[in-house]
């Protein structure tokens, strides 16, 4: 059965950066892409982007452009997230998901998420 | 980037209810949307793809339809264990985009 497998909580001060990972059992982690979505406390989900677990191909939300960076271990089944320049409204869940076998740019399965608090 | 606007923001049903939920697309998405339950502390599931089609072991009282850019989601029985908030995603076009979601309560 499949699986994403999140690293655990973390707490950062404004300005740092913070990478997140997902580690990827129970499928063949090339066959399918990865994207990463944020709930900030309290509020709805945003799409951040999306990294191809074959070629290592990114697409990013304008939003995060220049920020953020995806990117993947085939070696490991890992996916990384790195967000920069972090402000207290980064504050939020980051979750992991894959993309569902047979299109519909869909997510069928979903890390349990990260909670990145960022404080001074 | 495409709104899309969620209605209502929450409801309340009794169990057994026929409970909808509307997605509204800021321009022409087709078929391309997708609905998710949120249970609180969780990750999100997907229940529907491409509009209309149920995600293999969800159960059959989920069902969504399209009008145009107008997409329905409907328990047909709410049962207790529906209680969760419901969000829209489009995919039309990049960015991916979700609906600001829909808070279902039991009466």
């Known amino acids: 059965q499949a699986h994403l497998v999140q690293s655990g909580a973390e707490v950062r001060k404004p300005g740092a950066s913070v990478k997140v990972s997902c580690k990827a059992s129970?499928?063949?982690?090339?066959?399918?892409?990865i994207s990463w979505v944020r709930q900030a406390p309290g509020q709805g989900l945003e799409w951040m982007g999306w990294?191809?677990?074959?070629?290592?191909?990114?697409t990013y939300a304008q939003k995060f452009q220049g920020r953020v960076t995806m990117t993947r271990d085939t070696s490991t089944s890992i996916a990384y997230m790195e967000l920069t320049s972090l402000g207290s409204d980064d504050t939020a869940i980051y979750y992991c998901?894959?993309?569902?076998?047979?299109?519909?740019?869909?997510?069928?399965?979903w890390g349990q998420g990260t909670m990145l608090t960022v404080s001074s | 980037d495409i709104q899309m606007t969620q209605s209502p923001s929450s409801l309340s049903a009794s169990v057994g209810d026929r409970v909808t939920i509307t997605c509204q697309a800021s321009?022409?998405?087709?078929?391309?949307l997708n609905w998710y339950q949120q249970k609180p502390g969780k990750a999100p599931e997907l229940l529907l793809y491409?509009?209309?089609n149920l995600e293999a072991g969800v159960p059959s009282r989920f069902s969504g339809s399209r009008s145009g850019t107008d997409f329905t989601f409907t328990i047909a029985s709410l049962q207790p264990e529906d209680i969760a908030t419901y969000y829209c995603?489009?995919?039309?076009?990049?960015?991916?985009?979700f609906g600001g979601g829909t808070k279902v309560e039991i009466k």
């Open positions: 998901a894959r993309d569902r076998p047979g299109g519909a740019d869909a997510f069928d399965i």
């Open positions: 491409e509009a209309s």
């Open positions: 321009q022409d998405i087709s078929k391309y």
């Open positions: 990294i191809s677990a074959s070629n290592g191909h990114t």
């Open positions: 129970g499928y063949t982690f090339s066959s399918q892409g």
């Open positions: 995603q489009q995919y039309d076009t990049l960015p991916l985009t």
